[in-house]
């Protein structure tokens, strides 16, 4: 065994995925999640594609007292990964002061208590978001952050320098903040995969539900951008190629490589893809027609984002793998699973 580590979210997409590549590399690990979106379902699949099953124990971050029963209760925790956060950009618009307690809270909450449980590092789950609408394609961390769009944006921002200032105030904690761009794709034993509560905010669950007829159309939110087709352009990352990144990220923190107390990466494929070209693709790798429709475009939008990975590439030895093909593919056969289950 290498060492314990706490999931924080991880019954949800990201964090069941990352839990399954952490008990492949040898790592104990101890889920937490308020299964506010999320069912511990998650967990009998990551036991089922690695034989273990992980501890879980219901618990929202925002719980101080609770979390330090966690701790009490699993001790020897050396490293957390922060996924559980609200992340519905149109709902963070409606309802700011939940989305700053959710994600700002939990944070602190985290990073009070590291210090007295020794536990010696963070990996935190931010976004591109922070990057706003890039002025040059592709992007790397050196760009500047813009104003944030949303309070869900914004938590990420202000997440990020919670963590910058709090190790520069001389916590003996260290951090690496991982920027995604847009995770895809599922698990290929469609074990574990991405399930929205309701309707999907989302492009790839809502293609695939539209294909397997819960939904009835997909819009596709406007084709008169400055992009070759109109539409949106995204990195889009499969979840298994992201999860393995977060393994990469502990092993340099707990192995004390790390280069600086906090650093920070992109993680995205370096490919820009867009919406019209990533329907094309499902209808092809899927054999099915998608009922779509382009509508106006949705409001707070990027027009194009996509990534500049080479200091993941060079510094963590990570880069993504997976084709689109076979990661939208994925996608597809999980929610062919959902079906065959009676889940949706
Ligand atoms: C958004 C956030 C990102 C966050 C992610 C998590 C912004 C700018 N981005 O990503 O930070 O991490 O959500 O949920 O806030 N689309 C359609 N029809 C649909 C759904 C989406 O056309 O029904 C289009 C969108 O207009 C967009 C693309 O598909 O161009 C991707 O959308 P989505 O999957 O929601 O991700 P982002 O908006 O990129």
Request: glycine fraction near 8%; charged fraction near 25%; charge should be negative.
């Amino acid at each position: 065994m290498k060492g314990k580590i706490l999931v924080t979210g991880g019954t949800g997409y990201i964090g069941s995925h990352t839990a399954v590549e952490l008990q492949n590399a040898g790592y104990e690990v101890v889920i937490i999640d308020d299964l506010s979106n999320s069912t511990a379902d998650s967990i009998d699949g990551i036991e089922k594609i690695t034989g273990i099953r992980p501890v879980f124990e219901q618990l929202d971050c925002n719980d101080l007292e609770g979390l330090k029963k966690l701790f009490e209760k699993h001790k020897g925790i050396q490293g957390i990964i922060h996924f559980a956060a609200s992340k519905a950009v149109g709902e963070s618009v409606e309802k700011p002061l939940l989305y700053y307690r959710n994600n700002i809270v939990s944070l602190i909450n985290l990073l009070e208590l590291m210090p007295k449980y020794d536990v010696k590092g963070i990996v935190f789950s931010s976004s591109c978001t922070v990057y706003g609408e890039p002025d040059v394609n592709p992007i790397d961390e050196t760009a500047p952050i813009k104003p944030a769009a949303s309070p869900y944006g914004n938590t990420k921002q202000i997440n990020e320098e919670i963590i910058q200032d709090y190790i520069r105030s001389g916590a003996t904690i260290k951090s690496i903040i991982l920027r995604y761009f847009n995770p895809i794709g599922a698990h290929p034993s469609t074990e574990i995969g991405e399930l929205p509560n309701g309707v999907p905010q989302n492009l790839v669950p809502y293609i695939t539900q539209t294909a397997i007829g819960v939904r009835k159309e997909l819009s596709v939110f406007g084709d008169d951008y400055n992009t070759p087709d109109g539409s949106c352009i995204r990195d889009f990352i499969n979840v298994v190629d992201l999860a393995k990144a977060h393994v990469i990220a502990i092993d340099r923190m707990l192995g004390n490589k790390s280069e600086d107390k906090v650093e920070l990466f992109n993680l995205g494929t370096g490919n820009g893809v867009s919406v019209l070209e990533l329907i094309r693709v499902f209808e092809k790798v899927a054999d099915v027609k998608l009922n779509y429709k382009i509508v106006g475009r949705r409001e707070g939008d990027i027009e194009k984002i996509w990534a500049e990975p080479t200091k993941a590439n060079k510094v963590l030895g990570w880069t993504a793998k997976e084709n689109i093909e076979d990661t939208m593919l994925s996608a597809w056969k999980w929610q062919l699973k959902l079906r065959e289950k009676g889940i949706m």
